[in-house]
């Protein structure tokens, strides 16, 4: 597709398991980020990848929160033992490279209950 | 830290009038980038304007443009002749040169009333 690609759309969990969110980046975008919007807050930074590596993760709340990119290009956010803080929508955008405009995806709702 | 704050919840404007979205940050830095960006109900953010530290002159982006006060710290946006599908959340984002990390505000949510 043309544009950057998260699943699932929503996702409901109980509290205390873990969570996958993907995100699929536009073709040939380097950079990866992954943002939380909590409700009636703006987004919060939460990691940065270049390539496969992430120089900036200063953004990640706890150690149940972590990230991997695999090639370059689709890259996992895991969050373990999931709380009821965690829900949040979470977004993905994808960049030509350092200081290009990020274009986001559509995010992924997770709700815990 | 550099922070962004955004001190307009909601704001409502009808159709074809003009309206302006306040935001100020913070920050110790004198080169970094501003912008706005708009988030319908699909949750899917787009920049709607973009505008460099250096440059003095206003970004301007058809129906949009900012008045960007450097030493005031402040950014806001204006509408001209509103539309309907100007209804959406809107944040401020600011950007330290040379990181990719984007600060947001908290948002404000405009209403077009036909």
């Known amino acids: 597709g043309a544009g950057v690609s998260q699943s699932p759309s929503n996702k409901v969990t109980e509290k205390g398991k873990d969570v996958e969110l993907r995100c699929d980046p536009i073709?040939?975008?380097?950079?990866l980020y992954w943002y939380r919007q909590s409700l009636g807050q703006g987004l919060e930074f939460l990691i940065y990848?270049?390539?496969?590596?992430?120089?900036?993760k200063s953004g990640l709340p706890s150690d149940r929160f972590s990230a991997e990119r695999t090639g370059g290009s689709v890259s996992t956010l895991t969050i373990q033992r999931t709380q009821q803080e965690d829900s949040a929508v979470y977004l993905c955008?994808?960049?030509?490279?350092?200081?290009?405009?990020?274009?986001f995806g559509p995010g992924t709702r997770l709700t815990v209950l | 830290a550099q922070t962004v704050t955004q001190s307009q919840p909601e704001m409502s404007v009808q159709e074809a009038e003009t309206v302006t979205l306040s935001c100020t940050y913070d920050?110790?830095?004198?080169?970094?980038?501003l912008f706005w960006y708009k988030q319908p109900p699909s949750r899917q953010m787009i920049l709607v304007i973009r505008?460099?530290?250096?440059?003095?002159q206003n970004a301007t982006e058809n129906r949009f443009s900012v008045n960007f006060q450097k030493a005031a710290k402040s950014f806001s946006l204006k509408i001209s002749d509103s539309q309907l599908g100007d209804a959406a959340m809107y944040f401020c984002?600011?950007?330290?040169?040379?990181?990719?990390?984007?600060?947001f505000g908290t948002g404000t949510r405009l209403q077009v009333f036909p």
């Open positions: 984002a600011y950007r330290r040169h040379n990181t990719d990390k984007l600060i």
């Open positions: 920050t110790s830095e004198s080169d970094y980038y």
């Open positions: 073709s040939g975008h380097t950079a």
């Open positions: 990848f270049q390539g496969n590596s992430a120089p900036d």
């Open positions: 505008q460099e530290a250096y440059k003095q």
């Open positions: 955008a994808s960049s030509s490279g350092q200081g290009g405009e990020q274009f």
